[in-house]
Each structure stands twice: as structure tokens, then as C-alpha cells.
């Protein structure tokens, strides 16, 4: 039997010839936390994970780019893409609605594309239930409540009002910590990166997920095979 090889081309460069089906790393923290710096570390390092682009009603903040960072929608848009059955998961944030479109994260989990979600916990819950084996849950800690205040404060992005409501809230969002499958503490930055990566490539690795493996090792396995 032919051995299929077939390349998923995001990881040919790496010598990892062997068919993977994708996978969905989720980033949940409370805000603040550092899921977007971290997110946009590793896209910025790792050709083979792209960004799941979630729909959002809230206002674009500065620098934020519509379409890469979200697509920023009217309350009616979302409605009615939520009705039609477009999003893989959907939930009210701050009083804003947040979903993730379903078309391209599927065709490209099949086709052996890994994708990155900042999403909340109830996003989280939704996406295990309908895809528990493609999900690989990681959840961002502050090293303090504290510390947590001051990134916040210091991203310079929201209003006092809006960061009250955001500490508000972060005690509740961390109690969703044991819905995750690994917690890192983000102190040090370059240290959390370095251990997402590291979570990132062992979960590349299960084996369920290398979907090339059953005919490669068969070959193998066969009585004139390369084992005879
Ligand atoms: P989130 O996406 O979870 O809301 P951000 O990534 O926007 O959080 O981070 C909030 C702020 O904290 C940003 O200004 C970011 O630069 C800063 N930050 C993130 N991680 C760290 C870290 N390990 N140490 C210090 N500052 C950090
Ligand atoms: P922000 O407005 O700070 O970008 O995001 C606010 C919260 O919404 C964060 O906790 C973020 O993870 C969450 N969020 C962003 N996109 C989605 C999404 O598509 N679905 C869900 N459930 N949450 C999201």
C-alpha cells in the first residue's frame, strides 16, 4: 500500500511530513492578563498557527485593525449571523456580543492549520463541547490582583469606569480556572512564552492529531515491510 505522506503544507518546513489534522489553542485569562500580547507573540513567531478573527459589536480601540484583530460588526450584523447559524460559539462580554465564524476554522483544522482563539470561558465551554478533540485549553494567570490593576492601568486603552468593570469581573473569570487544560502563571513574559510554545508543540505531537501516522505506521508493519 502507498504510504500517504500527504504534505500539510504549514508544516513541510519543519520536517513534520506526516498528514496533522489542526488544532484549536484557546488563550482565556481574565483581561489584562497578557492573552493578546501572548497571542501576538506567537503569531509573529510561528508560521503554522494563524488567528481565529472573532466578530465583535464593541468599538475598534486604537490600532486595532479591522478584519485582522476583529471584524467589528453592528448589533443587527451579529444578530443575524448568530440566527443563520454562522458562529462556532457566541457570548455577551462587557455587555458586547463576541463570536467566532465557523467556515474557515473548519476547512482548516482538516487541512492541518492550527489556529489561536483569545476567547472568555463560556466561548471556551461551547467550542469543548462541539469539538472536545481538536481543543487544547490554556488559561493566562496574573502573578497578582495587584499586578493585574496595573497592566490594565498601564495598556492605556480603557477608561477608569471600564477598568473597574474589568476588575469586577477578573475574580469571577478566574474562578474558571479549573475548566482549562493547563494554567500558566504570566510573570515574566518571555518565561509564558516559552512555556505556550511548549505546550503548543507537545500538543502538536498526540497522536490522535497525526492523521498520517495509521498508513505510515502499517506500512511498516506489513510482512514485506521495511520491519521483515
Ligand atoms: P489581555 O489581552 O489579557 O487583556 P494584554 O495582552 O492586552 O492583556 O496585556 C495587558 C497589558 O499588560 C499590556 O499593556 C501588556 O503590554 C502588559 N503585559 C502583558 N504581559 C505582561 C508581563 N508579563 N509583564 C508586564 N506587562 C505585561
Ligand atoms: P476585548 O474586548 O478585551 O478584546 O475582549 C473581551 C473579552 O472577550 C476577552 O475575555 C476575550 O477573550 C473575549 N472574546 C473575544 N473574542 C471572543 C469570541 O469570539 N468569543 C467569546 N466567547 N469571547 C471572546
Redesign the pocket.
Known amino acids: 500500500m502507498a504510504r500517504d505522506t500527504t504534505l500539510t503544507e504549514p508544516h513541510a518546513a519543519d520536517g513534520d511530513s506526516l498528514h496533522r489534522r489542526g488544532l484549536m489553542l484557546i488563550l482565556s ?11 501576538r507573540m506567537l503569531l509573529e513567531h510561528d508560521p503554522h498557527i494563524r488567528n481565529s478573527v472573532s466578530c465583535t459589536t464593541r468599538s475598534p480601540r486604537p490600532g486595532e485593525v479591522d478584519g485582522k484583530d476583529y471584524h467589528f460588526v453592528s448589533q443587527e450584523q451579529f444578530d443575524r449571523m448568530a440566527e443563520d447559524g454562522e458562529f462556532l460559539e457566541w457570548a455577551h462580554v462587557f455587555g458586547k456580543s463576541y463570536g467566532t465564524p465557523k467556515a474557515q476554522v473548519k476547512a482548516g483544522l482538516k487541512a492541518g492549520q492550527d489556529y489561536i482563539f ?1 476567547i472568555d470561558w463560556q466561548g471556551t465551554q461551547q467550542l469543548y463541547q462541539k469539538l472536545e478533540r481538536d481543543v487544547v485549553r490554556v488559561f ?1 494567570l496574573p502573578p497578582s490582583i495587584d499586578e493585574l490593576r496595573r ?2 492601568t ?3 486603552t480603557d477608561s477608569a469606569e471600564v477598568i473597574a468593570a474589568r476588575m469586577d469581573r477578573a475574580r469571577s473569570e478566574i474562578s474558571h480556572w479549573d475548566g482549562y487544560d493547563y494554567v500558566v502563571v ?4 518571555d518565561a ?1 512564552f516559552e512555556k505556550v510554545k511548549q505546550i503548543l508543540a507537545a500538543e502538536r505531537l498526540r497522536r490522535a492529531r497525526q492523521t498520517g501516522l495509521i498508513p505510515f505506521v502499517r506500512e511498516m508493519m506489513e510482512p514485506d515491510g521495511p520491519l521483515a
Do not use: E, F, Y
Open positions: 485569562s481574565p483581561s489584562g492578563a497578557g492573552k493578546t500580547t501572548i497571542s483569545d493566562l497592566r490594565l498601564g495598556r492605556g504570566n510573570d515574566d513574559i509564558c
